[in-house]
Every structure is written in C-alpha cells, then in structure tokens.
C-alpha cells in the first residue's frame, strides 16, 4: 500500500491565518512546505530576492554586516510574517542578509507570483502592508531600545521576542550568537544571562536557553516588547 507523505499544509503562519480561506485556497498552489536549517542563508543582501519565505516554527534574523566583518540583527521574522518583504515595495533586492536562527519549517513562494498577488489587492495586500508598518516600528524602537536601555533589559526583551516567534520556552541559542545578534561583545552576554540564571528565571545548558519564570522576564525587559507585541497585534488583527 502507498502512503502519502507529503506534508499537509497547515496554516502556522499568522499572516496566512488571517486570510480568508478563499483568499488563502487561491495560494496554496503556489506554497510549498520547506525545512530551514540553522544558519542557512535566504538571500544575501544586494543579491536578488526570488523566494519569500512564511515561517511556521522557524525564526529568521535579518542582519546587515559591516566592512569588519561585524553583524548586528536589526529585524527577526518567526510565524507573524514574511521573508522577503522588498519584493512587495518594488526592490528585489536590499542591504540585509535574512538567515535562519532558530531550524524548523516555512511556506515558500515565488517572489514574482507573490508581487502578482500583492498587485491584486485584496486582503493579502493590506496584511502585508500591515506588517510592513510592524517592520518599521520594530526597527524603530530598536534603534531607541540599543541606545537607552541595559543589556540585560534588551537581553529579556530579545529572548521574550524570540520565544514568542516560536511558541516556546525552549530556545536553542548560543551565547556566541545572541552576542553577534544584540551587536555586544560575549562577556556582556554572559554577565547578562547569569544575572537572569541566577534569579531562576532562565536555565543554560550547552547552548539551550529555557525561560522558566515568564512574568519575571517580562518584569526585568524595557517597555520595548510590551509595545511592540501590542502594535504587532494591532496591525496583524492576530
């Protein structure tokens, strides 16, 4: 007997969620089910975008390197939105890498069939412009974020982010990478995450993060996440 083990496509992704299901029906040719591996690259920046990607349990930074060779994340996209939002603002490409963080799987499409259905309308175009404006906010308050508030209150906010992206407690995350992501050096991380260790609110164990007292990241983060997680489910209505 055969068995059919193509996956089946369920609607993780909060931006495909939110469409109606015949808005939704008229896609899925066009999705295929993709698993992303940790530290794979999406698209390098100035190259061209040809693929977006629609994260279910996946999270992707968005990062920009400098001439040193330096990285800092200036964005991250888990299952709230899409990878490859240029192709939708009339650029196939732009100044940041997009690489998978956190492995797990997403929904890809063709830029240019998702560029014919942006120009459509419907519900589709004003989720993506919705997020869009979520991007830019995001990216705003981190420039205030990065310039005003404690490592260890940005390390809350970054972990509480993540975990929200994933939906789960259980981040497989090195200190190495939170250090390149936060654009810190390592001892800062360190002294950060072992404050946060030491008062029973996260564990970590050979480059495996685990929140245990929610309330009390949420307690030592800045006002950062609680704004943007309000703003992101104002616009996305999810």
């Not at 929904?107 to 997020?131: H, P, T, V």
């Not at 939170?178 to 390592?186: A, E, F, P, T, Y």
Request: net charge positive.
């Amino acid at each position: 007997m055969l068995v059919n083990t193509t996956p089946t496509i369920v609607r993780e992704n909060r931006l495909l969620t939110a469409l109606p299901a015949c808005e939704y029906q008229r896609l899925v040719p066009y999705l295929k089910f993709v698993s992303l591996s940790s530290g794979q690259i999406l698209y390098e920046a100035e190259e061209p975008i040809t693929r977006v990607y629609f994260p279910n349990n996946s999270l992707v930074s968005l990062i920009i390197s400098t001439g040193n060779g330096s990285t800092v994340e200036v964005g991250c996209v888990g299952n709230e939105g899409i990878v490859g939002v240029p192709v939708i603002l009339g650029s196939n490409t732009t100044t940041t890498s997009a690489v998978v963080q956190i492995a797990g799987n997403a929904m890809q499409m063709n830029a240019d069939i998702l560029k014919s259905e942006f120009a459509c309308g419907r519900n589709l175009q004003k989720l993506l412009l919705s997020y869009v404006h979520a991007l830019y906010a995001q990216a705003a308050q981190a420039a205030v974020c990065n310039r005003l508030h404690t490592l260890e209150a940005r390390l809350a906010r970054w972990l509480l982010t993540v975990s929200d992206r994933i939906q789960s407690n259980k981040l497989p995350l090195t200190q190495e990478y939170i250090s390149l992501m936060l654009g810190v050096r390592r001892s800062g991380v360190t002294v950060a995450a072992g404050i946060l260790s030491e008062q029973g609110i996260i564990s970590y164990n050979r480059g495996n993060i685990t929140i245990l007292n929610r309330k009390g990241l949420e307690a030592i983060s800045c006002e950062c996440y609680r704004l943007l997680k309000s703003e992101f489910a104002r616009l996305l209505g999810n």
